[in-house]
Each structure stands twice: as C-alpha cells, then as structure tokens.
C-alpha cells in the first residue's frame, strides 16, 4: 500500500515551453500533497504544499506564476512548469499525506531537462 | 522544528551492521524522529520514525538516547542495496501543511562488497 507514481518518469522540452508533471496517490486518499526540487548533489528543497480544493502555499522564493500546482482531487496533483528554461533543469518529486498518524509517501521523480 | 547533525559519510561492509549517527540536541518534546532514505535518482523512502522508545521494523531500528538528543539508526545487515543517502528529520507529529519535511544534507551511506 502507499504508492506514490509520477508521469512522465523523465522530459525534454525546449526553452519557453511549458511541462506538466502529474503526481498520484494510488491506493489511498492524499489529504496534503508536497512538490520538491532537488539539483545534483544537493538535497531536497520544498517547493510548495497543496491540500486537494486550495490554493497551493509555496515557499519562500519559488515563483507561483512559473510553477502552477493544482490539487484537483485527493488522488492527484499537477505542477506544470511554465515557459521553462534551462535552470529550471532539475529532478522534481511530490509526495502525498494521508493524514495523522500516517507518513509521507514520496513518488519515484521526475527528471527534467530543458533545452 | 529542530534541526540535525549528521556526518556526511560513512561506509561499512556488506552483511555487517550499519549504524547511522544523528543529533538532535534542540529537540523539543513533542518531536518525533524520522529516517528516509534516498537512492540515485529515485524518490525518498520512509524507513522508521520513533519519539523516545526504541523502534524496530523490518527495515531497520531506531535507538534513541534517553535525553532524546541524539538517536542512531541501525540497519542490522547491509546489502549493496543499501547504499543510499539517509536523512534524519525531526518533526512533530502533524497533519495537513504542517506536516512537511525539512530535509537537511543527510549521510551517505557506502556498504562495500
């Protein structure tokens, strides 16, 4: 139980293009759901939080224009990286919350790269 | 929530005892102890959290000292498979936004042949 997939596994896109990144909860009902960036050899950096139904809170210094994150239901969550560009390169992984007591299951990522 | 110190390294053989150090002096009482777990390019694994008592699951065990300010995780018999970096976390037991995670540098662990 607790699985967490992502899709696509990896994409390449051009520079000023536009990439979403689903992530599911697949077993089981997400009440929060998180995104992360990570850049080699570095850890992981949140990135925002999104609770099915809301507006995603993002932290400090992540652009909410550039990386839209919408919760539509308690199974699925989208982070669609906007008119990207090559810093924007990086490994993104969500993971999904259900509830007290429970941990956070993380997905297998997502590798970006934009040429 | 608090923050950790752990060594940025170690190694240890395969089929031996793998002890993972990690700090936690500022921890406050309510606080729980958490590893993951992050293999190349994969997403993070949960392996085990604890408050103030020992832990054991299939993957591993927790001993947390009785200040709580410090805890070792144990991975009783490494395997190749368990090379990985590993992150200590402290976080109180939240749900909804709270309960996001703060990752630190974590260690990375090297098991030899």
């Known amino acids: 139980g607790a699985v967490v997939s992502q899709h696509p596994s990896w994409v390449i896109c051009k520079s000023g293009t536009s990439v979403k990144i689903e992530c599911r909860s697949l077993d089981f009902q997400a009440t929060t759901m998180f995104w992360y960036r990570q850049f080699p050899k570095q850890s992981l950096m949140l990135m925002a939080t999104?609770?099915?139904?809301?507006?995603?809170?993002?932290e400090q210094g992540v652009e909410k224009d550039k990386f839209l994150i919408n919760h539509a239901s308690l199974t699925l969550s989208t982070l669609t990286v906007t008119s990207a560009h090559p810093e924007d390169s990086s490994f993104y992984i969500c993971?999904?919350?259900?509830?007290?007591?429970?941990?956070?299951?993380f997905g297998p990522g997502t590798r970006l790269t934009v040429t | 929530d608090a923050k950790t110190t752990q060594p940025p390294s170690m190694d240890c053989a395969e089929g031996r005892a793998a002890n993972l150090p990690c700090n936690h002096s500022t921890i406050s009482g309510n606080e729980y102890v958490y590893w993951y777990r992050q293999i190349h390019s994969q997403g993070p694994q949960y392996i085990i959290h604890g408050l103030k008592n020992n832990e054991t699951n299939e993957m591993a065990s927790l001993i947390i000292t009785e200040d709580r300010k410090s805890s070792t995780l144990i991975l009783p018999h490494a395997t190749l498979r368990d090379t990985a970096v590993y992150y200590c976390?402290?976080?109180?037991?939240?749900?909804?936004?709270?309960?996001?995670?703060?990752f630190g540098k974590g260690i990375t662990l090297s098991v030899r042949p």
């Open positions: 976390i402290v976080r109180a037991a939240l749900t909804g936004a709270n309960s996001k995670l703060t």
């Open positions: 993971s999904a919350h259900r509830g007290y007591g429970y941990e956070q299951y």
């Open positions: 999104s609770n099915e139904g809301s507006k995603a809170t993002y």
